[in-house]
């Protein structure tokens, strides 16, 4: 069964506001109750942790704090392993996917 429309969209509300953790624990959720995260729900949901990536990283910069190279790696990492997990369970990858994880990617590269 696939995650309806309504959880897809609740999903993507927290991508804006990069929560990596929320975004996580929803798609959890949906897989908890019996749902089939959706192309959409994984692109919300890595928006969110490649987010998360951008945010740590210019936080800790704009704070002259040290670490942020091992948080934003996390960050690509948990990226690359939710592309893993769609590619597994059969989801459909886009474009907009692979964006995504190279954005993530290239914020955990770079520090």
Known sequence: MYASTRSSLTVSD?????????????LDELKANGLRPDNRAYNAVLSAVS???LHK?????THGKGGERSLSGRAAARAVEL?????DGGVDVDVATYNTVMVACAVGCTQ
């Open 83 to 87: 592309l893993e997990e769609m590619r």
């Open 57 to 61: 990283t210019a936080t800790a910069a």
């Open 51 to 53: 987010g998360s990536s």
């Open 14 to 26: 927290v991508r804006g506001v990069a929560c990596e953790r929320p975004a996580l624990r929803l």
